[in-house]
């Protein structure tokens, strides 16, 4: 009787790894950087075109209302390249301490005990500020000045709208942007 062994299954060499790893960092990368020009275009377009022509007041709520579920949407999906870009830079500095020479910084602010090709050593108070999170506050405004699009066009159509309804709807928006943003502060999303 011969016993039939399972073939080896092929390892994948750390070079290998290392340009699937940072084409995925590349990918998430553009669509970051991306993600802003787009939601300014479409949510332009649609704020402008609902405001342009004569149309009722409810058709305005609809295309102001997808333009607002439109930048949440964006929004996350940029969060989550966030996330995803962050493991690619993580992955990419573990495997160039194991297999290179010297590591390449991608992050603003280097970590100490590594050594890199080239390190800025005193980065400008602006130059340590990050753009994702610029974008990420900027995309939050957007969402607020539709809401708040939502509610003005509302309540100049319906003018018999009680203030308590009005503020009863701010509250509420308020209480959603906290309690969002306690949770990506814990998840140290912010």
Known sequence: MTSKT??????????????????????????????????????????????AFQIPWWAREFILGFALILTVVLTFTLLKHRYFIDLSQNTLLKLEQRHAEKCIQRMTEPEKSIEYWYKEENPTWLQKKSAHRLFRWGMYGICLLLLTLLVLNWVNYNPGVPLCA??????????VVIVAACFLWKNRAL
Request: charged residues 25%; glycine residues 2%.
């Open 166 to 175: 009005i503020v009863i709807v701010w509250v509420a928006y308020i209480a």
């Open 6 to 51: 399972e073939p080896e299954e092929p390892r994948i060499s750390p070079e290998a790894q290392y340009r699937e790893e940072y084409e995925s960092w590349r990918q998430h990368d553009r669509f970051i950087w991306q993600m802003p020009s787009i939601i300014v275009a479409v949510d332009g377009i649609l704020v402008a075109s609902s405001f």
